[in-house]
Structure formats: structure tokens, C-alpha cells
């Protein structure tokens, strides 16, 4: 299991932005797709975003448009940036390594393993 780091999160109220970063700090990010997931209050885990070592972006419909997931390699770490953040993005964000990726009718689609989220940061939308 490759151990990555949080951060990023808070309090913001609808209409505002966050930006999120996952980090590692025993292993390179760059060889590796990563992943942002989430899981809002009695939700199930939804997986949201993944950018591929060559920078191929995939996104969930919920966040399409309002997400932007980047990676900086040179620091180690994958951010994503939230824009016009709405009560239902309320959850605790997470970021993992991808077990694997494919192609699927030209969109990257990355796979994870439920035990490979960390612990995550938590995300309140609220006026």
C-alpha cells in the first residue's frame, strides 16, 4: 500500500473554492495514476477524479467543469482545485494510487482498491 497524505480541507461557503493536495512522502508520485475520491455523510465513496503519469484527466458528471485535478512532480504532489463549491460537496476527500488503468472509448478510467484510500480531509460546504 502506498501511503499518501491529505490536506487542503475546511470550511468554505457555496459559491467558494478549495484547493486540496495529496502527497507522498516514501514513494514517487510521478510513476503512478492517482485518484481523488470522496464520501459525504451516510454517502458511499464516490470516486471523482484521476490524472495519469502523462496528465490525462478523468472526472465524475458531479464534478466535471468545477474540478481540476493537476499533478506537480517535482513536489511530489497531486492537487485538486474545487471551484463553485456547492452543501452536496460536503464529504471527506481522499487520495490514492490507481491499481490500474484503461482506455475506454478514449476516456481514462483508473482503478482503486477500497484499502488504498487514506484517511482523507474533510470538506464542509455550509453558509
Known amino acids: 500500500q502506498l501511503q499518501l497524505e491529505e490536506s487542503g480541507g475546511g470550511l468554505v461557503q457555496p459559491g467558494g473554492s478549495l484547493k486540496l493536495s495529496c502527497a507522498a512522502s516514501r514513494f514517487t508520485l510521478g510513476s503512478y495514476a492517482i485518484g481523488w475520491s470522496r464520501q459525504g455523510p451516510g454517502k458511499e465513496r464516490e470516486e471523482i477524479s484521476c490524472i495519469q503519469d502523462d496528465g490525462t484527466t478523468s472526472y465524475a458528471g458531479s464534478v466535471k467543469g468545477r474540478f481540476t485535478i493537476s499533478r506537480e512532480n517535482t513536489k511530489n504532489v497531486v492537487y485538486l482545485q474545487m471551484n463553485d463549491l456547492k452543501p452536496e460537496d460536503t464529504a471527506v476527500y481522499s487520495c490514492?494510487?490507481?491499481?490500474?488503468?484503461?482506455?475506454?472509448?478514449?476516456?481514462?478510467?483508473?482503478?482503486?482498491?477500497?484499502?488504498?484510500w487514506g484517511q482523507g480531509t474533510r470538506v464542509t460546504v455550509s453558509s
Open positions: 490514492a494510487a490507481a491499481q490500474g488503468v484503461e482506455y475506454l472509448g478514449g476516456k481514462l478510467r483508473c482503478y482503486f482498491s477500497d484499502d488504498d
